[in-house]
């Protein structure tokens, strides 16, 4: 089982605004964005080239009325 990840600002509307309708990966304290694309696969790749090996991955939206999770 992987290790639980809480995130103490739920809020991640600044964080997310610029990829709009892009993948995102997370680091593991949710402040910041470590990879980003048009797939998954492209913003865990780029979190991986980066050494983030186990990021949060989600579907930045115009609507931020959500959480991570």
């Not at 610029?18 to 997370?26: D, E, G, R, S």
């Not at 910041?32 to 939206?61: H, I, M, R, W, Y």
Request: aromatic share 10%; no cysteine.
């Amino acid at each position: 089982m992987g290790k639980k990840i809480l995130f103490k600002n739920n809020d991640f509307t600044s964080l997310l605004k610029p990829y709009n309708k892009k993948w995102v990966a997370i680091n593991s304290t949710g402040q910041k964005v470590v990879g980003s694309g048009k797939t998954p696969k492209e913003a865990l790749s780029q979190a991986e080239n980066k050494g983030f090996n186990d990021p949060v991955l989600t579907l930045a939206s115009d609507n931020y009325a959500y959480s991570i999770t």
